[in-house]
Every structure is written in structure tokens, then in C-alpha cells.
């Protein structure tokens, strides 16, 4: 067993320990609306369940060079963004939004996919999305990084509406082997579902 301290490497070389050894993520991939109108998407998979009692999500956005993302700062103006689970019928688009491109350039026209208007919130979502869910921000906190800078933004949303495709839902549940989700590894990698086993927990 290898035993590495985290402080005698940099912040690349315990990125690569964290991605490659976290997996697989779900890559949530989110519309935000800048103050110009424009409709922003990117994907993110430092993604996870808060709590169910309100449904809650989080999204950890990294900062580049200390400045926030067009997703954090979008969500900090209008206090609500839309997050879809990424699939297979739609990955290749989701890759394209995650091009480097100024604020007022749409990443939703780039990958010429379809917004779809929401029902709660102003943010439109995307069509081609089975999973949707409209989310009101609840929390957004600066973590890491220095004094003068943070390295990111944790946005913490409370979903309002979830929109699930029909033929993904059963009785309350959603099927893991119709959705076809996709999860992020290392680098350019990805998977998908693959098998999947039962284990019954103890009482």
C-alpha cells in the first residue's frame, strides 16, 4: 500500500488521486441564465444527493484561477438553475458544452440542442434530457483554495419540479437500464451502467 500526503502534492497531482480514485460520478449537467439573456450549460461531476427532506442537490464548481464559472455566477444572480442526468442518447452534445467559451456565447446553441421552458423557474431546460429537475438555490459557499481566493463554489439547490420521461418511471421508481445513465472516470473516460447486483442490508 502506497501512503501519499496530500500537502507534498500539488494541486494537479492530488486532482489525478481524487478523479481516478472516485468513481463513477454522475455527471449532472446544468443551464444556467447569464444577466444578458444568454442560456449557459456545462457538465459536472462533483455531484451529489444533500437530502430528500426537501429534495436537494449539490454542485461543487470549480474556480479557475480564483474567478467563478459562468454556472456560479449565473446561479448567484438569479438563484435558480435546471440540472439534467446525463445519458447515452445525448453525451457527445453535453462534451461540446464544456468548450471554453466567452459568457455571452450560448454552449446550448453550440451543441445545437433543444431548450425546453421550465414550469417553476426562468432557466429552460433541455429536451433532450429523460431527467430533468428545476432547482431554486438554497446555498452557494466558497471552499478551499486561499484568503483571497476561493477554488470553488458549492451551490446547494432545492429541486421544484422534476420532469421524468414516461417510459422511465414505474410506480415511483425510474429505471436504471431504460435511463442509460452515463458516469465520469478519469481523464477522458467514461462508463455506463453495466451490470447491476442486488444486496439485501442487514436489520
Not at 484561477?65 to 439534467?84: I, M, P, S, W
Not at 428545476?134 to 451551490?155: H, K, Q, R, S, Y
Not at 419540479?161 to 465520469?184: C, M, T, W
Amino acid at each position: 500500500m502506497i501512503s501519499i500526503d496530500p500537502n507534498t502534492e500539488s494541486e494537479r497531482g492530488n486532482y489525478k488521486l481524487l478523479i481516478g480514485s472516485i468513481i463513477p460520478r454522475p455527471v449532472a449537467f446544468v443551464t444556467t441564465l447569464a444577466e444578458d439573456g444568454t442560456l449557459n450549460a456545462a457538465p459536472y461531476s462533483y455531484f451529489s444527493i444533500v437530502t430528500a427532506n426537501p429534495p436537494m442537490v449539490s454542485i461543487s464548481v470549480q474556480r479557475k484561477e480564483g474567478l467563478q464559472k459562468d454556472t456560479a455566477r449565473n446561479a448567484a444572480y438569479k438563484r435558480e438553475f435546471v440540472v439534467h442526468i446525463s445519458d447515452e442518447s445525448y453525451i457527445h452534445a453535453i462534451n461540446e458544452t464544456a468548450a471554453n467559451l466567452p459568457p455571452d456565447q450560448s454552449e446550448v446553441e453550440l451543441a445545437k440542442l433543444t431548450p425546453i421552458e421550465s414550469e417553476i423557474v426562468s432557466v429552460p431546460g433541455i429536451q433532450e434530457a429523460s431527467i430533468r429537475m428545476e432547482c431554486l438555490v438554497d446555498t452557494i459557499l466558497p471552499f478551499g483554495g486561499t484568503d483571497g481566493a476561493a477554488a470553488c463554489d458549492m451551490i446547494v439547490g432545492r429541486i421544484v419540479r422534476f420532469h421524468i420521461a414516461e417510459h422511465l418511471y414505474d410506480k415511483g421508481r425510474i429505471d436504471a437500464q431504460a435511463l442509460k445513465p452515463v458516469s465520469r472516470l478519469a481523464g477522458n473516460d467514461y462508463a455506463l451502467l453495466g451490470a447491476q447486483f442486488s444486496i439485501e442490508r442487514p436489520e
